[in-house]
């Protein structure tokens, strides 16, 4: 049993979700009487603890949020946004989109949001489940015919002489003129409104935070960043930690709604999705 006040927060072992988390985890802002408890693990495990129900606050998928929007709100602070970028699809040799089909691609999960632009962009491929950080690798060694890249690999696939086949971001953006959602935090909507409340100031107020100590942040971030180096790192955190992680805005609830409406007009979501966020 969850101790009154104690909220369970649970979010990737990312140099972006770090970032984010800083000022929470570092004790720097007034949680008005909660504590927070930290749980890092990787999202395609976090979507499937909380479609168990198991967690108070998490990071999620969006594509995972179509299946715990019954018992999950979206808050409305901590999303990755990929405004003209995203998920990268790359290959050992160059490739086009038309190549990929029927092709054997490694993607980071089945219920991550990356899965979910690489259907819409291509309905006809195999898709191989690889931890995310193992992807490139399993293409360099001819494991898969391409690979699905997020987080980090998004920026150093080029050192590894991959090729570009598409990035999910890009594409979104020239089909739909939106954003491409791709993360965002999630609370039980059976806890007592005034705490949702609550959580919602304190994570936006976490971003706040770190976005205005940036260097403090980043040395924190830093412990995250799997190899990056301190300008690629910071790079990365500008992607999925800017305007749109405090606040989706109405372009961004509109990107949401029209990537899960896709998901379900092409069958990869298979139920509908009423996208509920919770408002300060």
Do not use: C
């Not at 770090?18 to 976090?46: C, K, N, P, R």
């Not at 808050?75 to 990929?82: T, V």
């Not at 089909?101 to 195999?126: C, H, I, N, W």
């Amino acid at each position: 049993m969850t101790p009154p006040g104690m909220i369970h927060l649970a979010h990737s072992p990312d140099s972006d979700d770090a970032f984010m988390f800083y000022a929470l985890a570092d004790g720097q802002i007034d949680t008005e009487g909660l504590s927070y408890v930290h749980e890092l693990q990787d999202i395609e495990t976090l979507n499937g603890r909380a479609l168990r129900g198991e967690l108070d606050v998490t990071a999620v998928s969006i594509h995972a949020y179509a299946y715990l929007s019954d018992r999950y709100a979206l808050l409305p602070h901590g999303a990755s946004m990929g405004d003209g970028y995203g998920p990268m699809l790359v290959a050992k040799t160059p490739m086009t989109r038309e190549d990929t089909e029927g092709k054997r691609v490694a993607v980071p999960g089945m219920m991550t949001s990356a899965y979910l632009a690489l259907k819409l962009f291509q309905p006809d491929f195999v898709p191989v489940v690889v931890p995310f950080d193992q992807i490139d690798q399993a293409v360099l060694q001819d494991d898969v015919d391409a690979g699905l890249l997020i987080h980090e690999g998004q920026l150093t696939y080029k050192d590894d002489g991959l090729h570009l086949v598409a990035d999910m971001g890009a594409w979104w953006l020239e089909k739909t003129g939106l954003p491409l959602p791709l993360g965002g935090n999630v609370i039980r909507k059976d806890m007592p409104r005034d705490i949702q409340k609550k959580v919602s100031r304190h994570l936006r107020a976490s971003i706040v935070y770190g976005l205005d100590h940036r260097k403090s942040a980043l040395d924190h971030a830093m412990r995250f960043a799997r190899g990056l180096d301190r300008s690629k790192a910071d790079t990365f955190v500008g992607m999925y930690v800017n305007d749109w992680t405090l606040d989706y805005g109405e372009r961004g609830r509109k990107a949401i709604r029209l990537f899960l409406d896709e998901g379900v007009k092409s069958g990869v979501i298979t139920r509908p999705v009423t996208v509920e966020f919770v408002d300060d």
